[in-house]
């Protein structure tokens, strides 16, 4: 089993709608998460961590299911600016003790 | 503030030549990352150091090389390319090194190799 797994999509939504990624990984003992937004061509950056029962920021909520192993990732009335790839991160359960990013969810937000 | 700084900003490299990358931080972050990125295979760990004058092993570290001599510079060496190093590689930084912490990447390098 991968350390992080992604449905790559792309997810295509209307500007307004809600929309929800989910992400699975291995490690059983992991406690932290986090979500990276990578747009075309550019750097990842942090948009969210994930800590215990999740985080919520503006139209962003990220949860933790720790029975089935996956965090998910709500974006509610999204904008064309969300349009993006989000990658989700877990702890790696190699020797040397980092996380590992999964390939990541393309999202599109369509007019 | 510039935060990470890479360079070349993309470069074509014939197989079998040398090549570093450069990465440069202002954040004082004790921990630096190099990786790879390729399509469907996502970001990938070559190397990492946790604090100056130690390095370590990700999870693609052959054919790669880095040092840190300082808290600010960790270069990645190919010390012979091969196609297969073609990639766009990201440099990051942490303030710990630990699981916990928030990375922050350099904008990357696209290397292409012949």
């Known amino acids: 089993r991968k350390e992080v797994e992604q449905d790559p999509g792309p997810f295509n939504v209307p500007e307004g709608a809600t929309v929800a990624f989910n992400c699975t990984y291995s490690?059983?003992?992991?406690?932290?998460f986090f979500w990276y937004r990578q747009d075309c061509r550019k750097e990842p950056k942090l948009l969210m961590s994930?800590?215990?029962s999740g985080n919520e920021d503006g139209r962003f909520t990220a949860q933790l299911n720790r029975a089935s192993q996956y965090i998910s990732l709500l974006i509610r009335d999204s904008k064309l600016s969300d349009s993006a790839t989000y990658l989700c991160v877990a702890p790696n359960s190699g020797g040397y003790q980092k996380v590992t990013f999964g390939t990541g969810t393309k999202l599109q937000v369509i007019p | 503030i510039a935060g990470i700084t890479q360079a070349p900003t993309s470069q074509i490299l014939a197989a079998g030549r040398r090549m570093t990358l450069r990465c440069t931080q202002d954040?004082?972050?004790?921990?630096m990352y190099w990786y790879r990125q390729d399509l469907g295979l996502g970001l990938r760990l070559i190397h990492y150091?946790?604090?100056?004058?130690?390095?370590g092993k990700g999870e693609v570290p052959d054919g790669y090389s880095v040092s840190r001599a300082n808290t600010d510079d960790f270069p990645l060496t190919l010390a012979s390319a091969v196609p297969s190093q073609t990639s766009v590689y990201f440099c990051?930084?942490?303030?710990?090194?630990?699981?916990?912490?928030?990375?922050?990447f350099g904008p990357g390098t696209r290397l292409t190799v012949l």
């Open positions: 990051a930084s942490s303030e710990k090194g630990l699981r916990t912490d928030t990375q922050y």
């Open positions: 490690n059983s003992a992991s406690q932290s």
């Open positions: 954040m004082r972050h004790n921990a």
């Open positions: 994930v800590y215990s």
């Open positions: 150091s946790n604090t100056a004058g130690t390095t």
